[in-house]
């Protein structure tokens, strides 16, 4: 019986090899340069560059495109709400992603989050990225850093609507169970992740910092190189709040750098939140898909509030006036991309 169970295994695993192979010598389906803004067509449900989908129920009214934003008139939207009965977790909200992959190149929104101020201690969590994990996926080789880890190309820009001067940047590597528990009975899952998390209205850097293989959420090592703390301070910007009016932010994906960014609301000037160039190893260098989404957390409570994981009492609603990627050279469809 062992054998046989064996021989299946094995017979199973060439397959996955064979299939990988297979699916490793077609070229992948990249995204070329896009701008969406949204604009108001017949079908609500009808939106160009990107794909909806979600694990939660699917209300109708937790994905509209092309309609009038409620705050700023004169455009129209991608409106993002979170329907209150929808539990806890990233994928059950309503979730947006590109039908193809991104890669090298830079990225960016113009986005107003909720205004929590009704429900000060609500957990939701708005989420402009991009995201490939090897667990789900195989249309890419898995694991090519070979440390054992699910490979997670992600690159973030977070918000946590419960203090709307808050910003929560950061990029993976890998992300799921170390190898070193996996098939033991506490398996543990560990992550490779720089982040970054600022408050704009104080400037103050909560923290920059690095996790090596070890679960979400951990302390990790503060980086304070000027390679891996760049800029070390951020000038404040006086009243700052993501949910009193939109805001242009953006990230630039290089295979040596990636920097985050916004449009300093009174120049209009560039200003860089972090400028990563550290160690290659902690930059993602493969293809995701880039995603928008809201969504309830139950356990992660922005700093300053560890009340704020409430359920969502009421209906918050992000609103998108567009969004953009220009990849760095349109002939990158192999995953190895130069800047050009
Ligand atoms: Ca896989
Ligand atoms: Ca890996
Ligand atoms: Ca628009």
Same mark, same amino acid.
């Given at each position: ?8 295994? @094995? ?35 009808? @939106? ?73 201690? @609500? ?199 567009? @969004? ?17």
């Amino acid at each position: 019986m062992e054998a046989v169970v064996k021989s299946k295994i @094995v017979a199973i695993g060439c397959l996955f090899v064979a299939l990988q192979i297979v699916f490793s010598s077609e070229i992948p389906q990249m995204m070329d340069r896009f701008f969406e803004n949204f604009p108001a067509r017949d079908d609500e449900k009808s @939106v160009r560059y990107f794909d909806h989908g979600t694990g939660g129920g699917n209300a109708d009214y937790t994905w509209r495109s092309g309609i009038a934003s409620r705050s700023e008139p004169g455009i129209s939207v991608l409106a993002l709400s979170m329907d209150p009965k929808d539990p806890a977790n990233p994928w059950m909200g309503p979730n947006m992603n590109t039908p193809n992959l991104c890669h090298f190149g830079t990225y960016a929104a113009r986005l107003k989050i909720p205004d929590a101020s009704d429900q000060p201690d @609500v957990g939701a969590v708005v989420g402009f990225f991009t995201y490939y994990n090897d667990e789900s996926r195989d249309d890419l080789p898995n694991d090519i850093n070979e440390n054992g880890i699910h490979d997670n190309s992600e690159i973030d820009f977070e918000w946590h609507i419960a203090d709307p001067r808050i910003i929560y940047i950061g990029a993976y590597t890998d992300y799921g169970l170390s190898p070193e528990t996996a098939g033991t009975d506490n398996p543990v899952v560990v992550t490779r992740q720089i982040s970054r998390c600022i408050n704009l209205a104080t400037g103050e850097i909560y923290y920059t910092k690095h996790l090596d293989s070890q679960p979400p959420g951990s302390p990790g090592t503060t980086l304070t190189s000027m390679e891996e703390n760049y800029p070390s301070c951020i000038d404040p910007i006086p009243g700052f709040d993501a949910s009193a009016q939109f805001h242009t932010y953006g990230f630039d994906w290089y295979p040596e750098r990636i920097r985050w960014w916004m449009l300093h609301p009174d120049t209009g000037d560039t200003l860089v939140l972090w400028d990563y160039t550290g160690p290659q190893e902690r930059i993602t260098q493969k293809p995701a898909n880039l995603m928008l989404n809201i969504w309830h957390t139950n356990n992660w409570s922005v700093i300053g509030n560890p009340n704020a994981t409430e359920p969502p009492s009421d209906i918050f609603t992000v609103e998108f006036d567009w @969004v953009s990627y220009t990849p760095y050279n349109n002939d990158d469809s192999t995953g190895g991309g130069k800047v050009g």
